[in-house]
Nanobody
Framework: QVQLVESGGGLVQPGGSLRLSCAASGFTLDYYAIGWFRQAPGKEREGVSCISNSDGSTYYADSMAGRFTISRDNAKNTVYLQMNSLKPEDTAVYYC?????????????????WGQGTQVTVSS
């Protein structure tokens, strides 16, 4: 059974950092591209970052570039999202998802399996 479990969310002050984890079970994560998305209340789900399966190329939405870093640890079957310099507008539920073709896309409908999400709240 394919399963993704996100963790690492929480409450952080503006300017703070969090590291999200996306742990996979039931499949070998390194065959897939893994995307991170987020959804704030009343807003559409938006792409945050992605890492491909082949050469590990990484992609970031413009507003996250320079602040967020995506990485993967194939030995732990886990993908991470390091988030620094967090802003109140980063508050959202963060999800990870797989693309079986191994390529990164900005559109959420290109992704197959999703985790349950982890809440990130940036507030003083």
């Amino acid at each position: 059974q394919v399963q993704l479990v996100e963790s690492g969310g929480g409450l952080v002050q503006p300017g703070g950092s969090l590291r999200l984890s996306c742990a996979a079970s039931g499949f070998t994560l390194d065959y897939y591209a893994i995307g991170w998305f987020r959804q704030a209340p009343g807003k559409e789900r938006e792409g945050v970052s992605c890492i491909s399966n082949s050469d590990g190329s990484t992609y970031y939405a413009d507003s996250m570039a320079g602040r967020f870093t995506i990485s993967r640890d194939n030995a732990k079957n886990t993908v991470y999202l390091q988030m620094n310099s967090l802003k109140p507008e980063d508050t959202a539920v963060y999800y990870c998802a797989t693309n079986r073709g191994g390529a990164c896309y900005s559109d959420y409908f290109e992704y197959d399996s999703w985790g349950q999400g982890t809440q990130v709240t940036v507030s003083s």
